[in-house]
């Protein structure tokens, strides 16, 4: 519903037998028709400069600003008085079309609102039954600010002083305000003489009626005479919505800022949240902090004060030793303190900036902005030895693990939970783990393979003989025996099994299996969404306390907790472009590039040289890192795939929380093992182990016993005389297993089979 297309229609129905002359004294429709061709502009023309215009066949309209003399024009038929009204332009609406009812009387100031807020007017009321002059005045005030508002809005614009009470009474739209707000939402604009530095008024009336309290005397200006009941009814209105009341509580502020803090009214405390942002230093206890708003300000600045601390200290930090072992211990004991830190700043940040001007003084929201340009600095710093050596200290990289070796480097418990939390980065698993006080705990040095992404870390842990190759959409799939893996989730657990000799489960049936006591595999990807998702520090935190629940159930129930990640992630600084043109977005990830081998890249931001993980089937293409703390898309803030210690430095803790076990070689009895057409007998003490019965390479029977003295009941009536079956227990590191005879033959027909 374009108006000036609106208007180029008008103009072109009312010329087609001579020209349209528009006379607009008011200067409504100039705007949106000046650049038309087929209508011609004057200023103060003859009738002689006016008749040479009519002759010209290109003109279907002249445009005066000033009303002329036209009845001998008209009436010789050389020209034809345009008159645009309401009705002519909302009869182009084919949603209105049909709908009016009466004559649209409107001013020319408020058809210059309705023309500025067309769309949102016509689509209002295209909802309507039936269109009269009353509706459309409401619409029309309604979008006075250039959008469309509720009487609430409305309300709001007053008290924002987007809207001026003279403003409202030169459009005659004031008795329709009045009207409005107080049919909707009860309350009286009347007995406000003016609209400027309404609400403070409000407010220190109100705090002067209720409580006796408003600052003294000198604070007399600014009262109200008006009913208490409307002066309260505004009041509690500003209170319900003071979060769209950004500037005039800015101007409550500033008024009340040389009351002492004990003068203060705790009545409105929400208006003085800045007042205390402002004098953290001497107005901290909890008693005075008594707005949620308050204690995050408080937060805030504490956390941000220890990060600059911490920044300042390692500004000019060297590493001590060129080895991997030594930096890691750098990192876990240092940096990622740091990386903690800056998330929990970020965090309380994300609540406080959303209204900077109201919450946050100028200061504090600077010293964010160099906090922030400092934690890149340091962060770029101490990456840095990381790309530039990485190659080398993977060749020897001592008590540093990769994600592919960290399985197969120990023993598990059998009740055990492997987490696989995507990812979950060390410094907020490292948070996490300090909150289960009293457990035996290690942290296990792993570097994450590369590229850090979640195709190639997560299933790093489960490899054995499979490959992680590029397709021809520079994405990575998982191949086994030459054929593409999709039942992805599936292959992990199995493929845990294969490495751990025992049975897995998914956390949702160990939840369910309350005698289970065998392993049990989770994949966590609430950070990951998190992440990617709501671009969100405070989130993060929230993915936190959520893997804490899992972990205390799981440890209720006596067992080990492996935390296992597959990345990190960077808080990325900035976006950056690739000097070569021929680099094309399809090349380009979030934190390093697909490239043909014989491609290079500026030098000056990426390496192509380091190597990616040994199970990485790259063809004909190579891997390209940036060398630097940003990104190479336009993505939220946390990013990964390249290469630093927040991407790389993978969780891997293990919780201990199941009992020692006493007896590693339980005292297993097969008991009275025979079989006809059936295999009958028990087995004692095996509870926990998972039982198998063999024919040959055919798996015949499988469970998981659960109870000290177990039945065994496996019909075999298909088998032929003489069939050898091996009953076989294990739990992974104690097996036994007996061997049986088949005695009966073969049943073909079961209702024969009188043991059935």
Not at 185 to 214: A, H, Q, R, W
Not at 280 to 309: C, H, P
Not at 523 to 542: P, Q, V, W, Y
Request: hydrophobic content about 35%.
């Amino acid at each position: 519903m374009n108006v000036t297309s609106i208007l180029k229609r008008i103009i072109k129905k009312n010329s087609t037998l001579s020209p349209a002359i528009l006379i607009d004294e008011e200067g409504v429709f100039e705007d949106y028709i000046k650049d038309l061709e087929e209508v011609r502009l004057m200023n103060n023309p003859s009738n002689i400069t006016l008749t040479r215009q009519l002759a010209d066949k290109n003109v279907q309209c002249i445009y005066l600003r000033k009303e002329i003399e036209l009845s001998g024009l008209v009436a010789s038929g050389k020209a034809k008085r345009l008159d645009i009204t309401s009705e002519m332009l909302f009869n182009e609406v084919q949603s209105i079309k049909g709908k009016i009812r009466g004559e649209i009387l409107l001013s020319a100031g408020q058809k210059k609102v309705l023309l500025y807020n067309f769309n949102n007017i016509c689509s209002s009321l295209s909802y309507r039954d039936s269109i009269d002059d009353e509706c459309v005045k409401r619409e029309v005030l309604l979008n006075l600010c250039g959008r469309r508002v509720s009487s609430k809005g409305l309300l709001i614009q007053f008290l924002n002083g987007a809207i001026k009470r003279e403003q409202l009474l030169s459009l005659d739209l004031f008795s329709l305000s009045v009207d409005l707000v107080k049919r909707e939402l009860l309350i009286s604009i009347t007995p406000y003489s003016s609209f400027d530095c309404l609400l403070p008024k409000v407010m220190i009336t109100y705090s002067k009626n209720e409580y006796g309290e408003y600052g003294g005397a000198s604070y007399n200006d600014y009262l109200i005479d008006a009913p208490e009941t409307d002066i309260a009814s505004m009041a509690r209105f500003i209170m319900d919505n003071a979060d769209e009341l950004i500037n005039p509580i800015e101007e409550l502020n500033d008024i009340y800022k040389n009351i002492e803090p004990s003068r203060l009214t705790y009545a409105i405390p929400k208006f003085f949240i800045k007042f205390i942002g402002n004098h953290l230093d001497s107005y901290v206890d909890e008693e005075k902090l008594w707005t949620q708003e308050m204690k995050n300000i408080g937060a805030y600045v504490f956390e941000l004060k220890r990060l600059e601390e911490a920044l300042s200290q390692n500004i000019n930090h060297q590493y001590a030793h060129n080895n991997l072992e030594f930096m890691f211990g750098e990192y876990k004991n240092t940096f990622a303190n740091m990386d903690s830190m800056y998330r929990r700043v970020e965090a309380y940040y994300e609540k406080l900036a959303l209204v900077p001007d109201f919450y946050l003084n100028d200061g504090l929201h600077e010293l964010m902005l160099s906090t922030k340009q400092k934690y890149h600095s340091v962060i770029s710093k101490m990456n840095g030895r990381l790309c530039d050596y990485y190659n080398q200290y993977m060749e020897d990289k001592k008590s540093v693990l990769k994600q592919s070796e960290f399985i197969d480097s120990r023993k598990f418990n059998r009740r055990t939970l492997f987490i696989l939390a995507d990812g979950f980065r060390y410094e907020m698993a490292k948070e996490l783990i300090q909150r289960f006080n009293g457990y035996e705990i290690e942290d296990v040095n792993v570097i994450g393979e590369l590229p850090s992404e979640t195709e190639i870390g997560m299933n790093s842990y489960f490899i054995i003989d499979e490959k992680v190759e590029l397709s021809d959409k520079n994405t990575f799939v998982l191949k086994k025996d030459g054929k593409i893996e999709f039942y992805i989730y599936e292959w992990r657990r199995e493929n845990l099994e294969k490495k751990l000799g025992c049975k897995v489960i998914t956390f949702d049936k160990f939840k369910l299996q309350k005698d289970y006591c065998q392993s049990v595999i989770y994949f966590f990807d609430e950070a990951d969404i998190n992440m990617h998702h709501f671009d969100s520090a405070s989130k993060m935190s929230e993915a936190i306390n959520n893997l804490e629940k899992i972990i205390r159930y799981t440890l209720g129930r006596e067992y080990d907790v492996v935390l296992l990640s597959d990345h990190g992630f960077l808080n990325i600084q900035k976006k950056i472009d690739v000097q070569d043109k021929s680099i094309t977005s399809e090349k380009k990830k979030s934190r390093y590039l697909i490239l043909d081998k014989n491609e290079n890249a500026n030098d000056m931001f990426y390496i192509d040289s380091i190597n990616g993980a040994n199970y990485l089937e790259m063809g004909n293409k190579k891997l390209c890192f940036i060398n630097s703390s940003n990104t190479l898309k336009e993505t939220g803030k946390y990013n990964h795939g390249g290469i630093s210690f927040q991407e790389n430095v993978i969780t891997s803790f293990i919780i201990h929380g199941a009992k020692e076990e006493v007896e590693k070689e339980q005292n297993i009895i097969f008991e009275t093992i025979k079989t006809y057409n059936e295999i009958t007998g028990k087995i004692r003490g095996a509870r926990g182990y998972v039982c198998n019965v063999m024919s040959g390479t055919d798996l015949v029977f499988n469970v998981m016993i659960e109870v000290d003295e177990y039945l065994l009941h496996v019909p075999v009536r298909q088998y032929e005389q003489g069939t050898e079956f091996l009953v076989m227990v294990s739990n992974g590191e104690n097996t036994q297993k007996t061997i049986v005879k088949k005695e009966g033959g073969r049943v073909v027909d079961k209702d024969l089979d009188i043991f059935s």
